[in-house]
């Protein structure tokens, strides 16, 4: 069965700086996919990033970045220069191909002006 | 754009009580799910439809029911409202079944049982 393991219930950073948010998953399988989805107040769900397994790159989207350690299972998320905006849930999910994404407890982050 | 409209944004029903929660998209998604998240378990799917005209279970289908009315819309039905179905259901759509292909999740039901 497929996990995804999110260990930090809650984070903070200071406005301006780096943080980084843990995933760790357990597969059996060499090709997957694993996305960050961000989850604000409004109860929104958004995509901030997704990950190829077969890729070697680490995927980023302007200030999100990610960590991708396949050997490991890990799948961590870095955010440079935090922004008030960012303050949020976020969740590590995982995908095989087939119709389940399996997600994480997720991970609650405050910016702190 | 719209993307993925459900309706109600929030519902309060009494135990025994039924009610359908509506889904519908915009994008041409051949496949649609339902999910419900409560605190500290993060998401987990009810029911899925690969394509218009087939549903299947998924990790928590008991109590639930479906309906893929057509390409656009797909439903979630409680017959007789419990207590621990007190949540918040996501309705998400994408192209295919690729894994490749992150979801798009509308806004949210509240769904409170009491």
């Known amino acids: 069965a497929q996990t995804v393991t999110q260990s930090q219930p809650e984070m903070s950073v200071q406005e301006a700086e780096t943080v980084t948010l843990s995933c760790t998953y357990d597969t059996s399988e060499s090709d997957y996919y694993l996305f960050w989805y961000k989850q604000p107040p409004s109860r929104q769900m958004i995509l901030v990033i997704r990950?190829?397994?077969?890729?070697?790159q680490n995927a980023t989207e302007n200030r999100f970045s990610v960590n991708f350690q396949k050997a490991a299972k890990s799948f961590s998320l870095k955010i440079s220069d935090s922004q008030l905006g960012d303050a949020a849930m976020y969740f590590c999910?995982?995908?095989?191909?087939?119709?389940?994404?399996?997600f994480g407890t997720g991970t609650s982050l405050t910016v702190i002006p | 754009n719209a993307g993925v409209t459900q309706t109600p944004k929030f519902q309060v029903l009494k135990t025994g009580q039924s009610m359908t929660l509506q889904c519908a998209q915009d994008?041409?998604?051949?496949?649609m799910y339902w999910y419900r998240q409560d605190p500290g378990m993060g998401l987990r799917l009810i029911y899925y439809?690969?394509?218009?005209?087939?549903?299947d279970k998924g990790e928590v289908p008991n109590g639930y029911n479906v309906s893929r009315l057509n390409k656009r819309e797909f439903s979630l039905r409680l017959e007789s409202a419990a207590p621990s179905q007190t949540s918040v259901y996501f309705c998400?759509?994408?192209?295919?079944?690729?894994?490749?292909?992150?979801?798009?999740f509308g806004s949210g039901t509240r769904l409170t049982v009491v």
């Open positions: 999910a995982y995908s095989y191909t087939g119709n389940q994404f399996y």
């Open positions: 998400a759509s994408r192209m295919g079944q690729q894994g490749a292909r992150g979801y798009t």
């Open positions: 439809s690969a394509s218009e005209g087939t549903t």
């Open positions: 994008m041409n998604h051949n496949s």
């Open positions: 990950q190829e397994a077969y890729k070697q």
